[in-house]
């Protein structure tokens, strides 16, 4: 009989998403009176926790048994009864669906800063991240530290911001610090907007309190009493445990009036956000949250000295203010330990695509984009590798042949992308290049707020451009044309966004100008992506006759005799490869 | 005022006014730089991106408009890698543009024609998808020909910064981002027109002037406005002796701003109502008589009650709508030509 | 304008439009500035952006209310009471300049004594608005450097019209907001040019430049300059002639561009005291309603044939110019009048509307410095300016008044000459909206202008209107005692209780078939602004 059980179930939204409720629930089940577990129900205590990264192999449940830590993967609810019966109630972990050696691998080269209390605490329970050391920075800090000390701590760390544009954090609460004003704001960013980009949620579903704890002391530097976190409406599980603790920080007085009793009073709204992209970027975000349409201004006036409602405001991201007590607590010493010289401490990444450990990581800055994909990432699903995408709809693509590239502000920008929020997009031979980068142009169109010429018809331009060239409409000079009016969107637009936007199209024409070239002269798409370029064929040899690609064709094109070979009219089909994705003897050709 | 500064504008040291923006401070010093979502009495928008010029130190092109001059500054309004800029950025509009100059209103007092005009911009390497709206028909005074907006934002930045109402906001994102009201349904609007007078091109007009001149035809006479007592300065547009629309310029004590009345209440003047003869009163009913008759008649009326009862037995009513000169004439003519000082007007009213 | 001549020696807006926007403190009573005023509300707006505060005080929640920072929603006709109680507040928490009280005033202490029964809770118990909003005010008021008062017709439309005159005066002085920039006392004019009529001495006891007729220097001196023999009484004002018609003393009246026929008050008295003169000569550009009723019509022009000037509201003379040829036989004023008074042996030979105006400059010194070639920009000159090189006057009083000190007068709360009743509950007050201008001669024939705003209507609030099962839109008789219209109810929280609001540009339903004739006492101004009706489904 164990004389303490925790049980930890992976409760982010990839967890819930992968069925974590219904297994809590049959743990609670099997733990009640009338359960396989009732004998040890006493002893047992089942938390939530965070993402812990390895969302490809949601549910994940620890079971700590007297403190000796057994995770199962790919957990279902009727999985339940027999990992309680077995392991909780006659401790013999059930060693089929334990985590095999490549989830340990996935972890043993990430360095966690701000993600190690993810998947370790109870978000909604504050006393849980106390018990890590949570609120220690604070307590250390407010009335005991100057703010200018706070600052130079921060500056020595060499934090730099996270949501993208690495600027230096301590430099941007010293401006923000320096004018005399009756009020200042401090502003959390988690408007986080980037396709495939999960970080800053997961971190708020995670580990709340490290973010209010990072703004507290942010706004203790710079000397605001009101905060704010703008969050996106769709991320609600983020902002009801972020609501969560926000109430039981204030309850145990390290939010409110007279923090910890210095005199020190901060408080934090929570703001939503309606799901517009722009509005990540800073002077939008200030525009929304004044109650305007989302849309940006020029700086300078920079927001530190003409921010929310004309005050000075710091904006940071949520990853940012995450760091924040971790440098505070253990020393700006021990962060700069970590990383390059100029891109110091850790990031999170956000792991999508082809490859197969999809998750969320953090490693340290200057790790290597193959170390990233392959021994972190488990390397490629299937295909063979082709290029990363990282830095989202305003970052670039890179190639193969730099994969030993080192993963820090300064590499990736040196080669036309950029770090950004942490989005890392695997792609491998299967994707068009072309495509890839219509995707992200797709976007922005759509995001762009409209305030500036080239933004609003430019990227428009340009994706009428892509989509005629994948539709196998291209004319010679596209190329250029996609070249100079990229670049002078860039050089032309008001904000980040519309002057990143053509990223994606500038980095795969450098990378991959011959997938564009054979899509525009020889209308054809190498990675057999792009439809309307697309022709299948059913190889005479291989089909066996089965007339399932004719049932599942919807267009008729399909014809031929029982156990004969069939064939496609070419002018009937539509190219939508159900037959492809039907023939289970590989007799579909697509090319 | 901020302090006076030196800076260099294209190779010139001028000396400005250290509050200006660089697109001000250059203007002031004679240097054309072109913008489309500029008005020296709204916030800097930098928006259309047109008055992009070079600043040494700063490695982008920056917004003249929204860049407040420093001590030093030296600014280039155009060298080839800017005047690329503009020109793409005109070419931009221009693939979404109707470019209907032919039957447009505005011909000749468009800004993105004149542009279109310097850039040499027949061909368009852009041509694409252009916005179509269907024509509404929300209000009596301002006609909205949305395929024509250029989203400089002026209209619905004085709407909201100077006429304190923000009827209109840009509403739809992308391509697709449009000015309209909430929901382009909920229109709480005064009709003051002051988004018509800062359209840059036609997207915005009068529908009482629409169709009825162009720029060319016109003669501009400046006059006051006849209604309320603010003053403001009225500029009467004239085509064939007939005043076919009202604007105000910026340099005047209501800084080019008016009211629906004074810009859209001038139909009056040409009413068909107008009285065009003296009338008397014969019989009962009043009817058309000449000058000669008229007169005559009021000035032996009044001579024989000034003779029979004495000039107090006669009052004047003179106007607030009258001129000076006129009211000046009246009140001398009562006093010294009738005798009497029984003369008022409705300054009570 | 008499209450501030009585006060300062002066009768004009102290201040300037383009001073409005660096004002700390606006305080707006009895002004829908945004409708009636709305080039004056932008400067407003603008001040209001770079941080100045505003008090709007009304009945209505005019549409000002918006931008203001404290509405004081007083009942109609209560101002006085409403100031004195501010001032009793200002002079309590010791928030008075008493330099300035000192230095550029006498008779104080009469006010003080006056005022000392008006506590903020007598004042709420008159007026209706809450002692701590009354307050509020006096300390946002007092308690800024510079601090502007604007109001128009709402306080002087009143049979205690002046009286609410001196009051503002005293709020003024007290607090020392006159003689400086963007502070002031600011009567805003309601018409294009009665400034300018009004300066031009169309009034009884004023020659040009408010040179009063019975005294005798001013008396020879205009004798001498127009070469004529001229009456040494003061004159009727237009409500006396009304009431002189009526007796049968009057015999003739020569009505130059006025409708009073619709814009008097109880018109049916107007009409039918018109009805017995010998001769009425009405000159107008159209048949208006006063036209209707006249022996003789003189066809005018608009101001779109003419030249000449107009002097707004902030003493600002500016150019008319001339357009457009006139319709027929339409001939422009000065050529009427000059024509007439020649057949009547007096001939004014004038070269052009300059020639008139230069001789203006001869006769009243505050217009010498102006000429037409100094007026031509969009920015006029402001009077007093006495000589060419003057560059005018953007605010008065800087030297001290012309009177030589500022007037304190007690004033005390009187009921308005009409107070509600079991029969007559409502509180009628009138006015314009922002689409239409006085008698609606002009706009009524924009067709934009009468399509947003074709008809008349009461304004009524929603629960007046539910307790007299009137819906928005319907039918409702308003009756007053001395007539009755039939307009349609506009339900609206702009009314307080028992108020209701109609639009007195509308001759199907004219306004003033019900307003009361009861006049102030000093200037002779009508009671628009309040009377008693009855509100019943039509």
Same mark, same amino acid.
């Given at each position: ?196 980009? /999960? ?9 709340? @309190? ?53 005199? /020190?009073? /901060? ?251 054979? @899509? ?72 | ?46 928006? !259309? ?178 209604? !309320? ?29 008016? !009211? ?90 | ?42 400067? *407003? ?128 002085? *007290? ?168 057949? *009547? ?194």
């Amino acid at each position: 009989m164990p004389k303490a059980v925790d049980i930890r179930i992976c409760m982010g939204t990839g967890g819930i998403a992968a069925g974590a409720s219904a297994v809590l629930e049959r743990f609670e089940e099997e733990l009640s009176s009338t359960g396989v577990g009732a004998s040890v129900r006493e002893n047992c205590s089942r938390h939530n926790v965070g993402c812990r990264g390895f969302c490809a192999r949601d549910v994940l449940v620890d079971v700590i048994l007297d403190g000796e830590r057994t995770t199962y993967q790919y957990i279902k609810p009727d999985m339940v009864q027999r990992i309680v019966e077995e392991h909780i109630v006659s401790g013999n972990p059930v060693e089929d669906w334990v985590v095999t050696d490549d989830y340990h691998n996935f972890h043993e080269k990430q360095v966690k800063v701000v993600l190690s209390d993810c998947g370790e605490v109870d978000p909604e329970d504050i006393n849980s991240y106390k018990s890590r050391g949570g609120y220690k920075a604070v307590e250390s800090v407010i009335g005991s530290k100057t703010p200018e000390d706070v600052i130079e701590m921060i500056k020595s760390s060499g934090l730099r911001g996270r949501g993208g544009a690495g600027f230096p954090t301590g430099l941007k609460w010293e401006f923000a610090r320096k004018p005399e004003s009756d009020q200042k704001y401090i502003i959390c960013n988690a408007d986080e907007g980037d396709p495939g980009a /999960f970080m800053d949620r997961s971190i708020i579903e995670g580990n709340p @309190h490290s973010v209010i704890e990072g703004m507290t002391i942010g706004a203790y530097c710079i000397g605001a009493d009101k905060g704010y976190v703008y969050i996106r409406a769709e991320y609600p599980l983020a902002v009801k445990r972020l609501r969560i603790a926000l109430e039981q920080a204030k309850e145990a007085g390290y939010l409110g009036e007279n923090i910890l009793g210095s005199g /020190f009073s /901060f408080n934090i709204k929570v703001k939503l956000g309606a799901g517009a992209f722009v509005c990540g970027e800073e002077t939008a975000l200030i525009a929304s949250i004044e109650g305007q349409r989302g849309m940006p201004r020029a700086k300078p006036p920079f927001p530190a000295q003409q921010g929310l409602w004309g005050k000075p405001t710091v904006i940071n991201n949520v990853e940012t203010f995450s760091n924040v007590p971790y440098i505070v607590t253990k020393g700006p010493d021990w962060f700069s330990s970590f990383g390059t010289e100029k891109s110091k401490g850790t990031k999170v990444f956000a792991l999508t695509g082809k490859i197969r450990n999809t998750g969320l990581i953090e490693v340290p800055m200057g790790m290597s984009l193959k170390e990233i994909i392959y021994d972190i990432g488990g390397g490629m699903e299937r295909g063979e590798f082709k290029a990363v995408q990282t830095g989202g709809p305003s970052g670039g693509c890179i190639p193969k042949d730099m994969i030993d590239i080192n993963v820090d502000f300064e590499s990736l920008a040196k080669v036309g992308s950029i770090v950004g929020s942490g989005g890392m997009v695997v792609l491998d031979d299967t994707d068009c290049m072309v495509n890839i980068a219509k995707f992200f142009l797709e976007f922005t169109q759509r995001e762009s707020c409209g305030k500036c010429t080239p933004c609003r018809v430019g990227t428009k331009r340009l994706l009428e451009i892509l989509d005629r060239v994948t539709e196998g409409k291209g004319k010679s000079g596209d190329i250029e044309l996609l070249l100079t009016l990229g670049q002078d969107i860039k050089d032309s637009s008001l904000c980040g966004l519309g002057q990143t936007a053509p990223n994606p199209i500038l980095s795969t024409i450098k990378y991959f100008r011959d997938e564009y070239e054979a @899509h525009i002269n020889e209308k054809r798409c190498p990675a057999a992506v792009c439809k309307a370029m697309l022709t299948y064929t059913i190889l005479e040899d291989a089909c066996k006759g089965c007339t399932l690609c004719a049932k599942a064709c919807p267009s008729d094109a399909i014809s031929g005799e029982k156990k004969k070979p069939h064939v496609i009219d070419q002018g009937l089909c539509v190219k939508c490869g159900a037959c492809f994705d039907t023939c289970k003897f590989k007799a579909v050709h697509k090319e | 005022m901020a302090d006076r500064i030196n800076i260099t504008i294209d190779g010139e040291k001028v000396n400005v006014d250290g509050g200006l923006t660089v697109l001000q401070a250059a203007r002031r010093s004679g240097f054309h730089i072109p913008t489309l979502c500029d008005d020296d009495r709204l916030k800097p928008y930098g928006g !259309c991106r047109l008055c992009l010029v070079s600043i040494e130190g700063i490695p982008r092109p920056v917004t003249a408009c929204t860049t407040p001059v420093t001590d030093g500054m030296v600014v280039e309004t155009s060298n080839d890698h800017i005047e690329r800029l503009r020109r793409t950025i005109v070419e931009l509009l221009l693939s979404d543009h109707p470019n209907d100059c032919m039957t447009c209103d505005r011909a000749g007092d468009c800004t993105l024609q004149e542009l279109a005009y310097f850039y040499g911009l027949r061909d368009n390497r852009f041509w694409g998808e252009r916005r179509r709206y269907e024509d509404d028909d929300l209000n009596p005074f301002i006609k909205r020909d949305m395929e024509k907006c250029v989203l400089c934002g002026k209209c619905v930045r004085v709407c909201r910064e100077v006429q304190g109402v923000g009827a209109i906001e840009i509403s739809y994102r992308g391509f697709g981002a449009k000015v309209c009201p909430p929901y382009e349904r909920d229109l709480n609007c005064e009709f003051c027109g002051q988004c018509v007078s800062l359209c840059p091109t036609g997207a915005l007009s009068g529908k009482q002037w629409s169709g009825k001149g162009r720029e060319k035809d016109v003669k501009k006479i400046k006059t006051v406005c006849p209604y !309320c007592g603010c003053g403001c300065n009225l500029t009467l547009h004239v085509s064939r002796n007939e005043v076919i629309r009202v604007s105000s310029e910026p340099d005047t004590i209501n800084e080019g701003w008016l !009211c629906p009345k004074g810009r859209f209440g001038y139909e009056f003047i040409k009413s068909p109502d107008l009285l065009k003869s003296p009338l008397i009163r014969k019989n009962g009913k009043l009817e058309e008589v000449t000058w000669d008759e008229a007169l005559k008649f009021v000035s032996e009326k009044l001579g024989s009650i000034k003779e029979k009862y004495g000039p107090d037995a006669i009052g004047g009513l003179s106007s607030a709508r009258c001129t000076n000169e006129e009211n000046y004439l009246f009140q001398k003519f009562i006093r010294a030509g009738i005798g009497t000082n029984n003369v008022d007007h409705c300054a009570r009213l | 304008m008499a209450g501030l001549a009585t006060v300062f020696g002066s009768g004009a807006m102290s201040n300037s439009m383009p001073e409005i926007e660096d004002n700390d403190v606006l305080f707006v009573i009895g002004s829908n500035t945004k409708e009636n005023h709305p080039i004056v509300a932008l400067r *407003m707006i603008k001040a209001i952006q770079k941080g100045a505060k505003m008090i709007v005080a009304d009945p209505r929640k005019v549409p000002m209310v918006k931008f203001a920072h404290l509405w004081l929603q007083q009942r109609p006709g209560t101002d006085v009471a409403l100031l004195n109680s501010i001032m009793h507040v200002i002079v309590k928490e010791d928030l008075i300049d008493k330099e300035f009280i000192k230095e550029h005033t006498e008779d104080f202490e009469e006010v003080v004594k006056a005022i000392e029964d008006y506590t903020p809770e007598k004042g709420e118990e008159i007026t209706g608005v809450p002692a701590e909003k009354i307050v509020e005010a006096a300390r946002i008021y007092a308690g800024s450097p510079n601090a502007g008062i604007f109001y128009t017709m709402g306080i002087t439309q009143h049979s205690h019209g002046t009286e609410n005159v001196f009051s503002i005066a005293n709020l003024a002085m *007290m607090t020392g907001n006159l003689g400086k920039a963007s502070a002031g006392v600011n009567p805003l004019r309601g018409q294009n040019n009665v400034q300018g009529s009004t300066d031009m001495g169309c009034i009884p006891n004023n020659y040009p430049g408010y040179q009063k007729v019975d005294i005798k220097e001013n008396h020879e001196k205009f004798e001498k300059a127009w070469e004529a023999r001229l009456s040494e009484n003061i004159g009727m004002t237009a409500t006396e002639m009304i009431d002189s018609a009526m007796k049968g003393d009057l015999k003739a009246v020569y009505i130059m561009g006025e409708n009073p026929a619709m814009s008097d008050p109880d018109i049916e008295h107007t009409k039918k005291a018109l009805g017995k003169l010998d001769l009425l000569v009405v000159q107008d550009i159209f048949l208006t309603e006063t036209a209707e009723l006249a022996d003789v019509v003189l066809p005018a022009t608009t101001f779109a044939s003419k030249d000449g000037t107009f002097t707004n509201t902030d003493r600002r003379v500016q150019r008319v110019r001339k357009a457009v040829t006139p319709a027929g036989e339409a001939r422009d004023d000065a050529w009427i009048i000059k024509q007439i008074s020649g057949l *009547m042996g007096y001939e004014m030979k004038y070269d052009g509307s300059e020639d008139v105006f230069n001789e203006i400059g001869t006769v009243w010194p505050a217009f010498a410095g102006i000429s037409y070639s100094r007026v031509e920009s969009g920015m006029g000159v402001q009077w007093p300016c006495p000589s060419k090189d003057h560059p005018g006057t953007p605010f008065l009083f800087a030297g001290g008044f012309p009177r030589g000190k500022g007037r304190f007068t007690a004033v005390s709360y009187r009921e308005p000459a009409e107070i509600t009743d079991k029969e007559y509950p409502f509180a009628l007050t009138t006015g314009r909206e922002l689409f239409h201008y006085h008698t609606g001669t002009m706009t009524r024939r924009v067709k934009p202008l009468d399509e947003i705003s074709p008809e008349a209507y009461v304004e009524i609030r929603p629960e007046d209107a539910s307790e007299l099962s009137v819906e928005n839109g319907s039918l409702v008789n308003v009756s007053s005692r001395r007539g009755t219209i039939k307009l349609k109810a506009r339900i609206s929280d702009r009314p307080g209780r028992g108020v209701v609001f109609i639009p007195f540009h509308f001759k199907e339903a004219a306004a003033n078939v019900l307003t009361n004739t009861a006049t102030d006492p000093i200037c002779k101004i009508p009671e628009f602004k309040v009377c008693a009706v009855k509100v019943e489904k039509g």
